[in-house]
């Protein structure tokens, strides 16, 4: 069965660091999603992404957050300058209609020191 | 106020009991989802309703779009239904809101 995919599973950073995030998508997708989760906490919507524009995007989604699909496969989630409070389970989700069920990537977890 | 909330946030059961999760929200949705997320992490995706009743195995969701309320039964639980149960409903603009989760362990 057809999944997406994360890179990396984990990755540890210096605060003020920039960190891209990778997914890749199932390939027939079209709408693409990212999500945080901080440890303990409930999951948020970050950002929708289609026809190679974002879509939707929560106030969680500032100027230090950018989305980018730069080929036919990847979708990545770039943190410019890390903060502490960035910490927390990254996961992508992509779905082939704006309706469909979504499938969810198996996560990244960033730690930022 | 959480606009998705979900009850009980925990929830202990013995092996073969009937499970309940509930779920309301207050904002106007397109659909409504249930995720389950294993003690890993990852989250998988159990049904996606806009109306009615769906049934997949052992696992049943439910929506009541006038009073805003969806149901998630398992019957027959068993100790590998241990997981967190999440609803997550998708607004009219394409995001997702989620609820707590319910932390669900099934003792053999």
């Known amino acids: 069965e057809p999944e997406v995919t994360q890179t990396p599973s984990h990755q540890v950073t210096q605060m003020g660091q920039e960190v891209i995030l990778r997914c890749v998508p199932i390939?027939?997708?079209?709408?693409f999603y990212w999500y945080r989760q901080i440890l303990g906490q409930k999951v948020e919507f970050l950002v929708s992404?289609?026809?190679?524009?974002?879509?939707?995007k929560s106030e969680i989604f500032d100027d230090q957050f950018s989305v980018e699909r730069p080929d036919g496969s990847n979708f990545t989630l770039k943190i410019r300058s890390t903060k502490l409070e960035d910490s927390a389970m990254y996961f992508c989700a992509s779905t082939y209609g704006v309706g469909d069920t979504q499938y969810f990537g198996p996560g990244t977890r960033l730690l930022v020191l | 106020k959480n606009e998705v909330e979900q009850s009980p946030q925990n929830l202990t059961a013995q092996e073969g009991e009937f499970i309940t999760i509930n779920c309301s929200y207050s904002v106007g949705i397109s659909a409504l989802h249930w995720l389950q997320q294993h003690p890993g992490g990852g989250i998988v995706s159990l049904f996606m309703l806009s109306s009615g009743k769906k049934k997949h195995g052992r696992l049943i969701a439910t929506i009541n779009i006038q009073e805003k309320h969806s149901s998630l039964h398992i019957t027959a639980s068993h100790p590998r239904d241990s997981a967190v149960y999440i609803c997550a409903v998708r607004s009219w603009v394409n995001d997702m809101r989620f609820g707590a989760g319910t932390r669900l362990t099934v003792k053999p």
């Open positions: 992404f289609y026809n190679n524009e974002i879509s939707e």
């Open positions: 390939s027939n997708h079209l709408y």
